[in-house]
């Protein structure tokens, strides 16, 4: 295709070794031995050990780690069948991260059954709705009973759940969901197509519920949908286009938005052997680590698409800056811990984020919470977002992952700041972002008198960072209180945003008497439903050690792991 000749004319010459390694490595034995066998294995062993010793000495980012799915095909059924294990000649490089759990008992099985049974319950709730009013549409509207079609028309709550329903067991829905998406042509849209929401969620779960599940159809949507997405590479750094429609494109970005695709084109290229997905998203990696940043790991959220530069010095992990922080671990966890780029580019984020971002409180009860600003020419902005409640899993993760004790307890005393902002308010629900008074601020600020937070916006969006945060320290530590927050979060969840077509959100979460907004995001059931549910799931289902969540909580397998749901 034109559109991809342009994108990056040193493609083959540069990126060529590390695709095929990238892909799989194949040593071949050639020499015929006339040795005996008792005497020909000790040398095949020598020999393959200093092969490989020659390798990483060669290629120290190698990415021989992600391997290409040997599959079986039903052609009547046109469904593949992931095989129990992959084909790989590399180990990988991860530690465990999961608590190694105990057995429950019987009291305890009852009422974890129970709570995640009142989760599914809640998801086909909303499905139903979805279904009755807007099927085919992007999302319901929940009072209104009406559609909205504002992320390509092409269903983007049907897609995003696929991989829920799957884990769910609910085969019915999923079958009659993917019969629908079989004739939805991803190529073609009438409306400005958002780069970063399509991958997300469209591409992102299109692969998902295909590893899951092994049906062909989806793999060969993400196929169509990657390809029409490839042309947005088509700028001058070779950073996305995030907004592009007819011809039309924007030069000015947002990291999360431009920064965010490499765990879909990455697994793409896995599932398809085609190393162009994989070199398309790793000049991006290489732009932003070369790009000039005024402290090192923290990155600007404005970026020239022309020049590969920062435009604006104001820096954020929540809004406009979250999945980007977010990328560079996760994609280091899917190679399998084979690309030492990606370490050091997240590595040197953690530690500034903690230094520069992270933040004492003045909470008089709990002097023990830390919370998260921005930062703008170097001044701290104390004002967190709910998006940013993300940052406990990651850094949670990176301990285990990276062996860096020190961020869990950090993660720790984030996430009771997180779950504080839902706790003090009349709903048990916590804000869009609110202004917390840093422990080194002598301001006197009645605000804060009447409240224990300033309040900035208070509306609820149903967004999954704070449950997430509770399911991935559950999973990691094992402590049962992340359940019980998580249950009462639920709890709350039912009381003030159900309505009797699905969920909504909230236009003030401080009032006693919440109003509803009329708008279920479709990534409620891809993501506050779904960490829900695992977070009362037995460990061993979407397993930490096996998957990686993309940012939309669609679960790929890391690759030389084990199938195991």
């Not at 998801?123 to 009013?133: E, Q, R, V």
């Not at 950073?239 to 494109?249: D, I, Q, R, S, V």
């Not at 084109?265 to 005024?294: E, H, P, W």
Request: negative net charge; hydrophobic residues 35%; aromatic residues 14%.
């Amino acid at each position: 295709m034109s559109g991809r000749t342009n994108i990056d004319k040193r493609t083959k010459r540069e990126y060529s070794v590390e695709y095929h390694t990238f892909l799989h490595v194949n040593h071949k034995m050639n020499k015929k031995f006339s040795l005996s066998l008792k005497f020909i294995l000790p040398i095949i062993f020598v020999f393959l050990f200093c092969q490989i010793l020659l390798i990483f000495k060669k290629y120290p980012n190698d990415y021989s780690i992600i391997y290409s799915q040997p599959i079986q095909e039903d052609p009547d059924s046109g469904i593949l069948s992931p095989s129990k294990e992959f084909s790989s000649e590399h180990n990988s490089l991860l530690p465990k991260i999961q608590f190694d759990f105990p057995a429950e008992s019987s009291k305890e099985r009852k009422v974890r059954e129970y709570r995640k049974e009142s989760i599914k319950q809640g998801f086909l709730h909303s499905w139903k709705g979805y279904s009755k009013y807007a099927w085919g549409a992007d999302e319901v509207e929940p009072l209104s009973n009406t559609s909205r079609r504002h992320l390509n028309g092409w269903g983007a709550t049907m897609v995003d759940a696929l991989d829920t329903m799957w884990i769910m067991d609910l085969k019915e829905e999923f079958n009659n969901a993917t019969n629908y998406l079989s004739g939805v042509d991803f190529t073609n849209s009438y409306m400005d197509i958002n780069f970063f929401e399509t991958v997300i969620r469209y591409l992102g779960g299109l692969l998902s519920a295909h590893e899951l599940s092994g049906n062909i159809i989806l793999l060969q949507k993400a196929k169509d949908l990657g390809e029409v997405l490839y042309h947005a590479f088509n700028s001058q750094s070779g950073l996305p286009y995030n907004h592009w429609y007819m011809g039309n494109k924007y030069s000015r970005g947002i990291l999360a938005e431009v920064g965010s695709s490499q765990l879909e084109y990455m697994k793409l290229a896995q599932l398809t052997g085609n190393g162009s997905y994989f070199d398309v998203v790793q000049k991006v990696i290489d732009t932003f680590d070369k790009a000039k940043k005024s402290i090192p790991g923290l990155y600007p959220i404005y970026i020239d698409l022309d020049t590969g530069e920062f435009s604006v010095d104001e820096i954020s992990v929540g809004n406009f800056g979250d999945s980007f922080y977010e990328y560079l671990l996760k994609q280091y966890i899917l190679v399998g811990g084979s690309n030492d780029q990606y370490k050091r580019m997240y590595e040197e984020s953690a530690e500034n984020i903690v230094k520069y971002l992270v933040k004492e409180g003045q909470v008089k009860d709990n002097p023990e919470l830390l919370f998260i600003g921005s930062y703008s020419y170097g001044r701290i902005n104390p004002k967190m977002d709910h998006l940013s409640c993300f940052v406990p899993g990651m850094l949670a993760i990176g301990s285990k992952i990276l062996n860096r004790s020190r961020d869990l307890d950090v993660a720790i005393r984030i996430a009771e700041a997180c779950y504080w902002s839902y706790n003090v308010t009349a709903t048990g629900i916590g804000p869009e972002n609110f202004i917390f008074l840093p422990k080194d601020d002598s301001s006197n600020d009645d605000q804060f008198n009447q409240f224990p937070m300033k309040k900035s916006d208070t509306r609820y969006l149903l967004r999954p960072e704070t449950i997430e945060s509770l399911f991935v320290l559950y999973r990691i530590t094992g402590d049962k209180k992340y359940q019980e927050r998580g249950w009462k979060i639920w709890e709350s969840i039912e009381k003030w945003c159900k309505t009797p077509t699905a969920y909504s959100g909230l236009q003030d979460v401080t009032s006693e008497t919440p109003q509803q907004n009329n708008n279920m995001e479709s990534f409620f059931l891809a993501e506050t439903i779904k960490y829900l549910y695992l977070l009362f799931s037995t460990p061993d289902v979407i397993s930490l050690d096996t998957y990686v969540f993309n940012t939309e909580a669609h679960p790929f397998i890391i690759q030389n792991k084990s199938l195991n749901t």
